[in-house]
């Protein structure tokens, strides 16, 4: 189980190719990774910076990886998340989780990320032409996490 | 109490720091009541804390409501909703 905050990019390739390196149990490599769009709220967003809390971002990214791996018999999983100063068509983050076979990859793949979208102390601001704006939270990412059984108001109720 | 207090994003921005040890009386006892603490001090605390705002918080690292108890040295943060992924 690995965390990653860094502000360099991230090849998808050599860190699969590391996670499931002379584990032959692995059957199954499930992999998502988020960019930076050039439209959001219908503002076109020529930049976007990614601020986080140094200290709490590891310990809750491991949390949500412990509780992953309590849920599904997986492997292993990878979660590489960017920070500082980032473009459009960028890599934000990577979630990678091994298993034996697709359906517990596919499950704790998608719970890790509906996890960190509103656990994880990470905040977006984006330059647009109107100026610097934070990014709102989504209602979509706490219900995205309901559907696991786990409660958030990350968003307060704001669309 | 002495605590450490953390600031993040839009919080931290209106608030002109990110960081701050201070000491509060005897009657703040929870992380709630830190917040209540610096909403007293008027003017941009009292707006970026207001009641009824977005607001996050972290005792210790580790998020938590406004119902947590804090300690001697103990790091409370206060932060709006996250948005990373």
């Known amino acids: 189980m690995a965390i990653r905050v860094q502000p360099q990019d991230f090849d998808l390739g050599a860190e699969i190719a590391q996670l499931r390196a002379n584990d032959a149990r692995v059957g199954a490599v499930v992999s998502f990774i988020g960019t930076v769009r050039d439209m959001n709220e219908g503002a076109g967003v020529s930049e976007m910076e990614l601020e986080h809390y140094p200290g709490m971002t590891e310990k809750a990214l491991d949390d949500i990886v412990a509780q992953a791996k309590a849920r599904w018999s997986i492997f292993d999983a990878l979660v590489i998340h960017r920070v500082g100063p980032l473009k459009p068509l960028d890599q934000i983050v990577l979630v990678a989780v091994t298993s034996a076979h697709r359906g517990e990859a596919f499950a704790a793949c998608e719970f890790i990320m509906d996890y960190l979208k509103t656990q994880a102390p990470f905040w977006k601001k984006e330059q647009t032409a109107q100026g610097a704006r934070w990014v709102d939270a989504r209602v979509a990412d706490d219900k995205a996490l309901a559907k696991w059984g786990i409660s958030s108001a990350n968003s307060g109720g704001q669309e | ?85």
């Open chain 2, 1 to 85: 109490m002495n605590i450490q207090l953390r600031f993040f994003a839009s919080i931290r921005e209106a608030l002109g720091t990110g960081q701050e040890a201070v000491s509060v009386p005897a009657h703040v006892q929870t992380v709630g009541d830190v917040r209540t603490f610096l909403r007293a001090r008027g003017g941009v605390w009292a707006e970026a804390l207001a009641e009824g705002r977005a607001l996050r918080m972290a005792y210790n690292q580790q998020m938590t409501d406004a119902s947590a108890r804090i300690s001697e040295g103990c790091e409370v943060a206060f932060f709006p909703p996250v948005t990373g992924g």
